[in-house]
Structure formats: C-alpha cells, structure tokens
C-alpha cells in the first residue's frame, strides 16, 4: 500500500525545515499542535510512528510489504507508545487511529509515488515545483 515516509530529499530547501525522525520511517499526516505551531514547528511536522520524533519532509511511497490492517496496528502501537489511549476509552482511541489510517490514505491517494510532501495545519502539498521546459 502507499504510506508516507520520513526522508532528507529536499530537506533544509524551506525556511523552518526540520527533521528528527529516522529516514525512511513511517509518520503520520495527523498532529496535535500547540499553541504557537508556526514558531514551534509543531504545525508543519509529520510525527514518525518509531522515533516519535517528526520531520517536515515526508514522501509517497509504495510499500506492497504493508496493507491497511498492519499500518493500523503500527499506529496503535505508536500513539499508545505517546500515550495517547490513557485519556480515552477503547472505541474513542480505535477512532483515532482510524482516523490517522484515513489521512494517510487520503494523502498517499493525492499524489503519485516518489512525491515529496509538506504539511502546514490540515494542508499537505507537494514540494515539487513544476518547471517549465
Ligand atoms: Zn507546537
């Protein structure tokens, strides 16, 4: 299936660029942002499901290793590892991983393999720049 990684291309190319991750992890599209995102940097991170640490670059990437139910359980794993089921009940923590599948899905949908992506708030784009011949 299509996922999104962490990866060093075109990192340090935006004003802000940061990245903590472990190249060639999974992250997620999803963040809960703090007060000041743009001055943090929290709003512009894809946080990765085994450093726990985020990135601002992320790629498409087809991994046919992995399908739907086996990136759903990383990402049980992950946000249960960040602690984010102590707060909420079985079904509400279920909905919430659903919900980082689903965005993941939506963004890998959205662009082809080998993309390059940024986020800023709800927003991912491709940091490609089309180029004229
Ligand atoms: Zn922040």
């Not at 991750?21 to 997620?28: A, M, Q, R």
């Not at 963040?31 to 085994?50: D, H, I, M, V, W």
């Not at 089921?85 to 082809?112: K, M, Q, R, Y």
Request: charged fraction near 25%; glycine fraction near 8%; charge should be negative.
């Amino acid at each position: 299936m299509k996922v999104l990684i962490a990866t060093n291309e075109t990192q340090g190319d935006h004003p802000g660029d940061y990245t903590w991750t472990v190249e060639g992890e999974l992250v997620t599209p999803v963040t809960a942002e703090c007060c000041s995102p743009a001055t943090c940097g929290c709003g512009r991170g894809f946080p990765g499901l085994a450093s726990c640490r985020a990135t601002t670059t992320a790629m498409v990437v087809e991994r046919p290793d992995l399908d739907p139910d086996e990136v759903w359980e990383a990402l049980y794993d992950s946000l249960s590892r960040d602690g984010w089921a102590d707060h909420l009940d079985d079904t509400e923590f279920e909905a919430l991983v659903d919900e980082h599948l689903w965005c993941i899905e939506t963004v890998c949908s959205s662009f082809p393999v080998g993309t390059v992506v940024s986020r800023w708030g709800t927003k991912v784009y491709s940091r490609q720049v089309s180029a004229a011949a």
